[in-house]
């Protein structure tokens, strides 16, 4: 999980309901802005938005369209991927202007704290937020596993045509958790037992219950890591420092609003299942595996219903399940009405959720937005963002 999020109830059925064709007007200017921003161009035409905004609100509907476009085309020209060099943190890009420190020692900073973490800078840092909650010191196999994740994490990076990334098993924080569970508050929050820590460059995971369900959750939390990041100054009085963007979660330039996250989490969590049996044909997982499919099997356990196609780890005194599974519902849903409609473009449904995660893992969420307003009408992708 991603931090600072939050799960609704979600109806497809409103969400890809075309609006109503209106005749063309004109659009205020700041909210043209904003929907032809999504906001991801390079720093001198985003630069170049904000000095026109003004004369957008004169520009008809089809003008616009084009406009987009040719936003689109010149980012590639300039930029290509969104990640186009050699990362050295999560943070591929600051957005914002007028910074007292400049854009690139700010950088420098965030590459600092991702390169420079230990065991001890962390657990001081995390024992006054948790309370009860101490990191645990990794052991020889669980960095082992977390070798595993940045393997297969580093396949799905080059599979979308990026470069590979090592988080070092430094930035991965087992978190342990005390019997008087002041922690508890945090777990039922996050909906999941890890967090993705863009401001501190750190993925946690909370207290697994078996090597199953530690690859699991640093599978996913990779995935956020190695998902396109941004940050951004406010545009506030404060003017924090904040997320801007986490895959395809987008938090608003004034920092008060996110959207995207619900599908964010969906897409992550797909991933991750689908990813997942490719650590677990590891030796180290047999007895693991085996117990899990034994119980998964037992018809008591079944009709209680402690066990489920989603469980992924079954022990005696342990279940772990598949997160998200609303939000899943949701995407699920969502593809299946992409694909009934648009069968002249996709071979089978898995087309059309690679479209959803080539724009979580590069940033680039512009093929993905026309693909929804073409389906579902003008719109619907900015309506879709807000669940």
């Not at 209106?22 to 906001?39: D, F, H, I, K, R």
């Not at 990334?165 to 890890?194: C, S, V, W, Y």
């Not at 401001?199 to 396109?228: C, N, R």
Request: net charge negative; proline share 3%.
């Amino acid at each position: 999980m991603a931090e600072n999020g939050r799960s609704e109830q979600l109806n497809n059925d409103e969400l890809l309901r075309p609006e109503p064709q209106e005749p063309t007007e004109t659009l205020p200017a700041e909210t043209e802005v904003e929907n032809l921003e999504v906001s991801e161009m390079p720093d001198q035409i985003e630069d170049d938005l904000v000095t026109t905004k003004e004369n957008l609100a004169k520009i008809e509907e089809n003008d616009r369209e084009t406009l987009a476009f040719k936003i689109e085309k010149l980012h590639q020209e300039v930029d290509g991927d969104f990640i186009k060099e050699k990362r050295k943190s999560s943070v591929t890009r600051i957005v914002g202007k007028d910074f007292v420190i400049d854009k690139d020692e700010i950088m420098a900073n965030v590459e600092r704290n991702f390169s420079e973490q230990t065991f001890q800078n962390q657990d001081r840092r995390e024992v006054e937020r948790f309370g009860s909650m101490k990191e645990k010191e990794k052991t020889e196999e669980e960095i082992k596993i977390i070798a595993m994740v940045n393997d297969v994490t580093n396949e799905l990076l080059n599979k979308y045509g990026l470069d590979s990334f090592d988080i070092p098993p430094e930035n991965i924080h087992i978190m342990k958790r005390n019997i008087i569970l002041k922690a508890q508050e945090f777990i039922a929050n996050a909906g999941k037992q890890g967090d993705f820590k863009q401001s501190s460059e750190a993925g946690e995971i909370i207290d697994p219950v078996s090597k199953t369900d530690l690859a699991f959750i640093a599978l996913h939390e990779m995935i956020h890591f190695k998902s396109y990041n941004a940050m951004q100054k406010e545009i506030s009085d404060e003017g924090w420092l904040q997320a801007y963007r986490i895959g395809l979660e987008v938090h608003s330039r004034d920092g008060k609003n996110t959207y995207f996250k619900t599908l964010n989490e969906a897409i992550t969590e797909e991933l991750a299942i689908r990813n997942l049996p490719k650590i677990l044909g590891n030796p180290i997982f047999q007895k693991e595996k085996e117990k899990t499919n034994k119980l998964k099997n037992n018809p008591v356990l079944k009709s209680l219903g402690l066990v489920n196609k989603d469980t992924y780890y079954a022990g005696y005194t342990a279940m772990a399940d598949f997160h998200y599974k609303k939000e899943r519902e949701l995407l699920n849903d969502t593809i299946d009405a992409f694909f009934e409609q648009n069968k002249e473009k996709f071979k089978d449904r898995e087309e059309v959720f690679e479209v959803f995660a080539k724009a979580a893992i590069t940033g680039n969420i512009l093929p993905l937005g026309r693909l929804f307003d073409e389906t579902f009408g003008k719109g619907s992708f900015r309506r879709y963002g807000n669940y």
